[in-house]
Every structure is written in C-alpha cells, then in structure tokens.
C-alpha cells in the first residue's frame, strides 16, 4: 500500500504525467543546462589537463545552477500537495478513506518528486560531456548528485509540512520559498567553502549531508502524519473564515494587534461602521477582510522568518562591514520578490475560485474602483512589511556612521525597493487577471519577475568567468539596468572599511529607474485594459 499500490501516487502520476506542461518544462530545463554547457565550453583546441581550472569551473557551475534550480522548483510542485485537496474540497474524502496518514505523506511526496527526479536524470548526459575536460573525478560527481537528492528530498518534505498548515497555496508557496531559500544559499556557500578541501569536501557530503536532511526529514514527516490524523480543520473543507481574535489569544509567538500601530499599517481592523459615501468598497473588503481571511498564520510566519533572517544580514552589513551594505538591499529585495505577489497574486482568481466573479461584475463598482482597490490593498500590505526590513537602513542614516557621506547612494536604496515593490505587486495583479488559479498566478508571477530581475545578474557572472572577451559581453552589460540588484551594486559606496565590491556605474541604477518607470507604466495600462476589455466596459 505504501509503494506498488498507493492510490495517491498513482493518481497523482497519472495527472502529472499526462499534462503537457511537464514535457514542456523538461525540454526547457535540458536545453538551458545543454546551452549553459556548450556557452561555456572551453575554445582551446588543446587542453591543459595538469591544471584543467575551467574545466573545473564548468562542472561547479553546473552542479551549484541546477542545485539552485530544483530548491527553485521544488514548492512549485510540492507546496499544493495538501493544499490542493482542500481547495479541491477533496481533503475530507482523502482523509475518510481506508489510507494511513504515511501512505498519503509518502504518495503526496513521490508524485512531487518524480518530476525532479525526470530533471536530473536526463541532465546526466550532459555532465558526462564534462568528464573528458578532467579536473572531476566521477565520485565527486556521484557525490555532487546524491547531496543533491538528498537536498531535494528534504525541501520536498519543508514544502509538504508547510502544504499541512494552510489551506492556500498561495500562503503555503511563499512559506516555503522563505524556509528553503536560506538553505539553498547555505548549502552553496558550504560546497564553495569546501571546494579546495577535496577529500573533505567528499566526507561532508557523504555524511553529514543524509544525516541532516533525514533527521530533519523524519521530525517534518512524523508533524505531517499527526496533523493528517488529527486535522484541526477537518468539517470545513478548507474555506473556513477564521475569527481573528480568537486566532490571536491562541497564537503562538508573534502576535498581531489590529487596533495598535503598527500592525494596523497593514492589517487594519474590521470596520464597524457605514462606509463613506467617497470610498473604494473594494479596497476596503480587501484589506480588511479578505487578505486576511484565511488567518494570519502566514503573515506572522513571514514576519518571524524574515526578522530572523534579517538580524544576521543586518548586523553584518550595515554595521559589521557597511562596505557590503548592498548585500543587505538585495535581501530586502528577494524578501519583497518573495511576498509581493503573494498578496496580488489572488486578488482576480480568488474571486473566480469562490465563483463571485458574477456578482461583482453586475455591480455599479467600475473596473477603475475594482483595479485600484486591488492593487492599493495587495500593495500596501507588501510595502509594510518590506518597510519592517527597510527600517534598519533608516536607523543606519540616523546613527553616525559612514552612512552619513553616502546619503545619495542611501536615498537610491530606498528608491530601488519602492518601484520594485510596486513592480511586484502590478506583475502580480497582471497574472491574476490573465490566469484561472491563484497558485498559477502566483507561480508565472515569480517566473516572469524573477528572470527578469535575476536573467541579467547570471548572465554577467557567466560571461566574466568564462567569456569575458566576447560580442555579447557588451549587450549582457547593457541588460543590467534591468535588475534591481544590479542597480543596487552599482551604486558608489565609499566607507572606512573599504568600497563597494561592485564597479560604481551610476547608468545602471537610472537605467533602471526608467526602466522600472516604463514597466510599470506598461503593466497598469494592460491591466486597466484587461479590466474593461476582458470583462466589461463601465462608466
């Protein structure tokens, strides 16, 4: 019942295995590894293999970019797993069948796995291309694979723990982005600080690595099986409202308060009164009711992760080493990448989801009132809590330290993270309108933005390692104005303690102002379109 004969996973195959876009996404994967290869591919006709450091480079390259690529991918598929069954309103029927709680968590995660597992299996071929170049032996290639697996098998587990708790997957989807994230960029850090060690190197992954990912696996597992026996929400099929104040006298850590500032910045109370005769009705179901609900169980559990997170960031880059302050704006950033849609992302698909589409479209609400009430509500959610982590560099200005000489590249900072925020949160309301599902939405959300942000920063660090000499080494140049992280690096940073890392290139950070600017443009006027186009058009 557990392997040859588990309904789930064979339910589950079968659908996944059917769908287009899962062969669609293997092509798409083989061929951007193959061209990462052949683009890198050493152009000497006779080879050094006494000292193949290309060689070596290559193969680093390949492993750290797929590795960073299946944590990338893993909630994708694995975040909906439970959370699907209960906005499928099927959860209770899986639960009331003859299966055993491990059946499920094992059938739930192999069939999230198999699609990985199809990934890395046909990018053997292409690492074996690398072999003949020297400088890898083959077990450092089994070992590269099998920490791999085994990082992949333990995200698969965080992203079916988190798939336990919350009944979207929305909120499931962005949970498990903040957990696992840290750990991917950990586990590169680790692999590169290990890189001249060898033997080591070997020892650690081969050890240490299943050690860890299967202790912490078996803790997720045991949590996933007692939550499966014992439901707190089973009888509600997934769409109950959850009671605020009872949620917060019984929460654990973080509480929220939504009569006290500043909680009430971004979760302000339930309105008790009759509305102004001048105000947004949709704008106020938002960010009143409907953003939160589903709880706050993930807005506090965002809140806790990212100020955990922050806390070490912060104490390094700004005050340890302020040289490295860029750093710390390209994690403000990730943080809003991360939450942004989140918020966005559902604002047109929950209403088709709760099949009230309908009703709000035969209402004197105009769709200018409709956009502008979901995007302000998404948007003032997601700047709050980016200004939770924004805060610090405020108090950095304020302290006197060399901050004090830097205010213009200070200034730059926080103009970055404002039109990215805003950027997020059009991104994420454009998908919403154009997709069925807010978890679709929210996944070519992330898609869209995240290639967009981070395509031209993997692109540099590519061509200065391997081709630094060649035509599109201009062009890559170029495309950097439409990142924020470069932006946020090219900015001139002059301490006491040293220099910006980064070459100071003023033209990168107005490029991307302008560039931000148009895009943002762009989107709200498609969106406005899609709102009176698509659906109806009102005055």
Not at 462 to 484: C, K, M, W, Y
Request: aromatic letters at 10%; charged letters at 15%; proline letters at 5%.
């Amino acid at each position: 019942m557990l392997f040859l004969e588990n309904p789930v996973l064979q339910r589950e195959l079968v659908i996944n295995l059917r769908m287009l876009r899962g062969f669609l996404l293997l092509f798409a994967y083989v061929a951007l590894l193959g061209l990462l290869v052949y683009s890198a591919w050493p152009a000497e006709q006779k080879l050094d293999l006494v000292q193949p450091v290309k060689a070596r480079e290559l193969v680093n390259l390949f492993f750290l970019g797929q590795y960073l690529l299946m944590s990338l991918m893993t909630p994708s598929f694995a975040a909906g797993a439970i959370t699907g069954e209960k906005e499928r309103s099927s959860f209770e029927m899986l639960l009331a069948s003859p299966l055993r709680p491990a059946a499920i968590v094992l059938g739930k995660l192999l069939a999230s796995l198999v699609p990985l597992g199809e990934l890395m299996i046909c990018s053997l071929p292409i690492v074996m291309l690398c072999l003949p170049l020297g400088g890898v032996s083959p077990l450092e290639v089994f070992a590269a694979y099998f920490a791999m697996i085994c990082s992949v098998i333990l995200s698969g587990m965080i992203s079916l723990w988190c798939s336990s708790f919350f009944t979207r997957t929305s909120a499931s989807l962005v949970v498990s982005y903040l957990l696992i994230l840290p750990l991917a960029l950990v586990g590169v850090l680790v692999w590169r600080a290990l890189e001249q060690l060898g033997g080591a190197r070997l020892a650690v992954v081969m050890t240490v690595v299943p050690a860890v990912c299967g202790s912490v696996g078996a803790l997720l597992w045991y949590d996933i099986c007692r939550r499966l026996l014992h439901p707190p929400d089973l009888g509600s099929e997934g769409k109950q409202v959850i009671d605020l104040e009872t949620e917060a006298e019984q929460a654990v850590g973080l509480y929220i308060n939504r009569d006290e500032w500043p909680d009430k910045l971004f979760a302000p109370p339930k309105r008790t009164t009759f509305l102004e005769d001048d105000a947004n009705p949709i704008y106020d179901k938002e960010i009143r009711s409907e953003i939160f609900s589903q709880g706050t169980l993930m807005l506090r559990l965002v809140i806790q992760i990212s100020m955990i997170v922050a806390f070490f960031v912060m104490a390094y880059c700004l005050f340890i080493a302020p040289q490295h302050a860029a750093w710390y704006v390209a994690y403000v950033l990730l943080f809003n990448l991360l939450v942004g849609p989140v918020f966005s992302a559902g604002s047109v698909t929950s209403e088709r989801e709760r099949e009230t589409l309908d009703l709000l479209l035969v209402t004197l609400i105009t769709p200018w009132q409709m956009l502008w009430g979901k995007l302000l509500s998404g948007l003032r959610v997601s700047s709050v809590l980016t200004a939770f982590l924004v805060w610090p560099m405020v108090l950095a200005c304020l302290m006197p330290l060399d901050f004090w000489s830097n205010l213009p590249t200070m200034a730059g900072y926080f103009l970055i993270v404002g039109v990215t925020a805003v950027t997020t949160s059009l991104a994420a309301l454009a998908c919403s309108t154009l997709f069925r599902k807010s978890s679709t939405a929210l996944v070519a959300t992330y898609l869209t933005v995240g290639t967009v942000f981070f395509a031209p920063v993997a692109a540099l660090a590519f061509v200065r390692t391997f081709v630094p000499d060649s035509p599109a080494a201009g062009a890559v140049e170029a495309i950097q104005a439409l990142s924020p992280f470069s932006a946020a690096f090219s900015l001139p940073l002059e301490t006491s303690k040293g220099s910006n890392l980064a070459t100071a290139d003023a033209r990168v950070f107005f490029g991307f102002m302008a560039f931000g600017l148009l895009l943002n443009g762009t989107l709200l006027a498609a969106v406005t379109w899609l709102f009176k186009a698509r659906w109806r058009v009102s005055e």
